[in-house]
Nanobody, 117 residues
Framework: QVQLAESGGGLVQSGGSLRLSCAAS????????MAWYRQAPGKEREFVAG????????RYGYSAKNRFTLSRDVAETTIFLQMNSLQPEDTATYYC??????????WGQGTQVTLSS
């Protein structure tokens, strides 16, 4: 199994930026994919951005395009989400997800991002 620990959330003004981190531990040698999701109150969890760990290929969800950038530190088995031009609709709990080559799925505890107008 892989354990995940997110950090970097907080309160930010509209137009501001935040950088989220997700550190993986445990069976990281089995990592296949890591991704960010978010869930706003009363809404379903939605995909934000992800990276195929084995190839480095990055993909983005609609809400992230042109504003968010996913990157990784392979040595630290950590992914980052740089979020710019944040808007009130970006208020959500952001979750990190990992999948392994054994088809195991892990979720982090989430980090809260709150936008103030």
């Amino acid at each position: 199994q892989v354990q995940l620990a997110e950090s970097g959330g907080g309160l930010v003004q509209s137009g501001g930026s935040l950088r989220l981190s997700c550190a993986a531990s445990g069976s990281t040698f089995r990592l296949y994919d890591m991704a960010w999701y978010r869930q706003a109150p009363g809404k379903e969890r939605e995909f934000v951005a992800g990276i195929r760990w084995t190839t480095g290929n990055i993909r983005y969800g609609y809400s992230a395009k042109n504003r968010f950038t996913l990157s990784r530190d392979v040595a630290e088995t950590t992914i980052f989400l740089q979020m710019n031009s944040l808007q009130p609709e970006d208020t959500a709990t952001y979750y990190c997800k990992a999948e392994t080559t054994y088809s195991e799925t892990s979720w982090g505890q989430g980090t809260q991002v709150t936008l103030s107008s």
